[in-house]
């Protein structure tokens, strides 16, 4: 095993964040303030035009017939599943290698999680495992298109409709991303999405939005996120508070008219990652991300793999070196403790453990520099000893 430290030469170099929000805002200043200035002029803060809009161009750009805003991503699927009618003594399928949000909203409903395990290239649900898993309380299988990746649908979606199954797409950090020329969030029967600030797409606090097809799925969603109220202080089922906020909808509204610009600077550095990784010789030492055919991949994150038990010391060299780095996710799901009573125990989803083991995320905002990517690649050299590795192998030439 190759020896992991920090190379101890950038101790005066200026830190390189893991993501920098500020760098970004900096571009779109002037636009973001003057609608915030606008929405505080009208004083109308809740819902109303702003929102409206948002969720017009919003089911524009991912090509639905329909988009309702809401307060967070984690409430898109709590709203999806409850449309649905999900609840007690139901099962959705879903990832145990996701954020904690895919499966706790599946629980705040009162349905119960079955986990799935992960293809290892792409780390989205394996659709066999998903078809293995289905039994006659499944309703629902809740695919999560991680990192900026859409996961297997076709397979999946014919899972679905052998056996009746909705199909809620956890899109939260895909916005933009594409399969077979179809964007996330109008593959399945519902899609969500996450407004984060840290998303490709990300706002100046909470919030969400979730897109379907359905008019009638869409009616309902749009009434469970105000109580129920089907209008006039009329409730026809209880519902929650999942309102967006208009200073949201407003900030977004700018946004997404640079999101695809964001995209393509994104795709850039990963595809800058890929070639210097094979030009300087870390393809030996870690895996790269692979882009599936007939895929656009957003890259929310940039995830590699680096195996042999050195990802955590590789980790701490690159943050001695103050370069930004990331596990997502160092636990799986279904070993969070919270879910011990679903019964699962280590080696049930070894693909799904193994990546929690392996996986480390480099920067890759799309106002990255160059200049500092070259120096996270410097890092990486130094901390899996490939420097090292080459001139051992120089001297015994």
């Known amino acids: 095993m190759a020896e992991v430290r920090s190379s101890g030469g950038t101790a005066?170099?200026?830190?390189?964040?893991?993501?920098?929000?500020?760098?970004?805002?900096?571009?779109?200043e002037r636009e973001v303030m003057e609608v915030v200035e606008r929405v505080f002029a009208t004083q109308s803060f809740i819902l109303g035009e702003e929102v409206a809009m948002l969720e017009a161009e919003t089911a524009t750009y991912c090509d639905a017939h329909e988009a309702i805003g809401c307060a967070s991503g984690t409430d898109a699927l709590i709203l999806a599943?409850?449309?649905l009618g999900i609840g007690p003594g139901d099962e959705v399928i879903t990832s145990p290698f996701t954020f904690f949000a895919t499966a706790s909203s599946i629980v705040r409903v009162g349905a119960t999680p079955v986990f799935a395990?992960?293809?290892?290239?792409s780390f989205n649900l394996d659709p066999a495992a998903v078809d293995a898993a289905v039994t006659p309380r499944t309703k629902a299988i809740m695919p999560v298109h991680l990192f900026g990746q859409v996961a297997e649908m076709v397979p999946l979606l014919r899972t679905a409709a052998r056996y009746g199954l909705a199909v809620i797409e956890d899109a939260c950090q895909a916005i933009g991303a594409e399969y077979h020329g179809r964007r996330a969030g109008v593959l399945g029967t519902i899609g969500c999405f996450s407004f984060f600030p840290t998303k490709n797409l990300g706002g100046a606090g909470d919030g969400g939005i979730i897109t379907t097809d359905d008019p009638d799925l869409a009616k309902r969603m749009r009434r469970l996120r105000v109580h129920g109220d089907s209008g006039g202080y009329t409730h026809v089922e209880v519902g929650l508070n999942s309102r967006l906020d208009a200073l949201q909808a407003a900030v977004l509204r700018v946004k997404l008219r640079h999101l695809d610009d964001w995209t393509a600077a994104r795709q850039q550095n990963a595809a800058r990652y890929q070639?210097?990784?094979q030009r300087q010789g870390l393809s030996g030492y870690l895996t790269a991300p692979e882009i599936l055919p007939e895929r656009r991949h957003v890259f929310n994150q940039y995830v590699t793999r680096i195996a042999g038990g050195q990802r955590?010391?590789?980790?701490?060299?690159?943050?001695?070196?103050q370069i930004g780095a990331a596990v997502y996710y160092p636990i799986p799901l279904h070993l969070q403790q919270c879910f011990s009573n679903l019964g699962y125990v280590?080696?049930?989803?070894?693909?799904?453990?193994?990546?929690?083991?392996?996986?480390?995320?480099?920067?890759?905002?799309?106002e990255l520099p160059a200049g500092d990517q070259e120096r996270v690649i410097a890092g990486l050299r130094s901390a899996l000893g490939v420097d090292r590795a080459t001139t051992r192998m120089k001297r015994a030439a």
């Open 12 to 28: 005066n170099a200026a830190p390189i964040p893991f993501i920098d929000l500020v760098a970004q805002h900096k571009t779109i």
């Open 81 to 83: 599943l409850m449309a």
């Open 346 to 366: 280590t080696g049930d989803l070894p693909e799904s453990e193994r990546a929690c083991r392996e996986v480390l995320a480099l920067p890759i905002y799309s």
């Open 117 to 121: 395990d992960i293809d290892p290239v």
């Open 275 to 277: 070639q210097q990784f």
């Open 312 to 321: 955590n010391a590789v980790l701490a060299a690159l943050k001695a070196d």
